[in-house]
């Protein structure tokens, strides 16, 4: 049974660029939920898709947005990259908004 | 904000149970408590939860104080490979509330 799966697994980037990072949840779950964490730091909350909408949203601008698919799998895009955007992005399923999250390996995103 | 209050860093002989401590003075009726631990540069993996019992799993025991004020999560018999961060989070479990709040954890150090 495969867990949670992102892709790629690192990637660099130029200020301004934009990004899209991938995520497939654990078989059987249907609730995706992003995080950012910075070096050093505890994950932060960026949102969540339940039913192919985003259903909460954490404290990130507008540049950061996401969609579901109806396999479940999900994305996140970055527009216009910061240097403050370097960081790990995290994403978790779970079989319902609000049952346990599994989280993936992640992908480190470094912008120059 | 995160709502729980764990030591920055602690020490475990390997083979010696490791008590991770938790404080969450605040916390609600609806409120659960999660452990997660992330081993560095992975993802966060769930550990363990509960509302208001012990709870025990493969992984580790979760003992809630009577009051819910505290908890502890134990590891029986540290290995070196627990070496990692661990998460206590507070989680009200209603339509509102996707979102882990991440704080600091605890930097668990296993030593041979």
């Known amino acids: 049974d495969a867990g949670v799966t992102q892709s790629p697994t690192h990637l660099i980037k130029t200020r301004g660029q934009q990004v899209t990072l991938r995520c497939s949840p654990k078989?059987?779950?249907?609730?995706v939920s992003w995080y950012q964490q910075a070096l050093g730091q505890g994950p932060q909350f960026i949102f969540q898709?339940?039913?192919?909408?985003?259903?909460q949203r954490g404290n990130f601008p507008d540049r950061f947005s996401g969609h579901q698919y109806p396999n479940y799998s999900s994305e996140l895009n970055v527009n216009a990259l910061l240097l403050g955007d370097s960081a790990l992005y995290l994403c978790?399923?779970?079989?319902?908004?609000?049952?346990?999250?599994?989280f993936g390996p992640g992908t480190r995103l470094l912008v120059l | 904000d995160a709502k729980t209050t764990q030591p920055t860093s602690m020490d475990c002989a390997e083979g010696r149970a490791a008590n991770l401590p938790c404080n969450h003075s605040?916390?609600?009726?609806?409120?659960?408590v999660y452990w997660y631990r992330q081993i560095h540069s992975q993802g966060p993996q769930y550990i363990i939860h509960?509302?208001?019992n012990n709870e025990t799993n493969e992984m580790a025991s979760l003992i809630i104080t009577e009051d819910r004020k505290s908890s502890t999560l134990i590891l029986p018999h540290a290995t070196l490979r627990d070496t990692a961060v661990y998460y206590c989070?507070?989680?009200?479990?209603?339509?509102?509330?996707?979102?882990?709040?991440f704080g600091q954890g605890t930097t668990l150090q296993v030593k041979p």
């Open positions: 978790a399923s779970s079989s319902g908004f609000m049952e346990t999250q599994y």
């Open positions: 078989s059987g779950h249907d609730t």
């Open positions: 898709y339940y039913e192919e909408e985003e259903r």
């Open positions: 605040t916390i609600s009726g609806n409120e659960y």
């Open positions: 509960g509302l208001k």
């Open positions: 989070i507070v989680r009200a479990l209603s339509s509102n509330t996707g979102k882990l709040i």
